[in-house]
C-alpha cells in the first residue's frame, strides 16, 4: 500500500494509506478488454484487393449492370399502389376504397415474367396509413416471386 505522510498542522502528524488494489484491478481489466478488441477488429477487416485501385485498361469493356440490378419499388399510397420498375411508372388504383390487391398481383407477375431473375424489392409505405398495408404489400410481392423485400421510407428515389 502507498503511504502519504502529510506533515500536518500542530502536534500530530497525519498519515493516510491509499488502498491501490482497486486501481490495479480496473487497469488491468481495461487492458485485456483492450486486447481483446483489438484482436477482433482485425479479425473482421474486409480485405480487398488491390484490383480496384489498379488501372484499367482500355480493351476491357465496360459490362452493362444485369437486368437484375434495375431498381423496383413499390409504393404504397393513400389512393393505392404505385409499382416503379427502372423508369417507368404503374399505378394499381383502389377500387370500391379498397386496395386492389388482385391488380397488383397481376401486374407484379407481368414485371417478374420480364425480369424473371429479379428477386429483389423495395416497398414504401407512409406514415400515416395502417401497418396492415405493409403487410398486404408484401404479401403481394411475396406471391409474385420476390422474396428479398426491403422497406423505405416514403419517397425514397
Known sequence: MAHID???SGNRAASVDLNLVPFIDLMSVMIIFLLLTAVWTQVSMI???????????SAEPVAPPP???????????????????GQRRFQVPKVDDQYDQKTLIEKLKQIKEIY???????????DELPY??????????????????????????
Do not use: H
Request: glycine share 12%.
Open 47 to 57: 480485405q480487398i484487393g488491390s484490383s480496384i485501385y489498379g488501372k484499367k485498361t
Open 116 to 126: 424473371p431473375e429479379k428477386e429483389d424489392a423495395v416497398i414504401t409505405v407512409l
Open 6 to 8: 502529510d506533515g500536518g
Open 132 to 157: 396492415d398495408s405493409l403487410i398486404v404489400g408484401m404479401d403481394a410481392l411475396l406471391n409474385s416471386g420476390f422474396p428479398m423485400i426491403s422497406v423505405a421510407t416514403q419517397g425514397a428515389e
Open 67 to 85: 437486368r437484375a440490378e434495375i431498381p423496383f419499388r413499390l409504393d404504397v399510397q393513400t389512393n393505392g399502389y404505385q409499382v416503379v420498375i
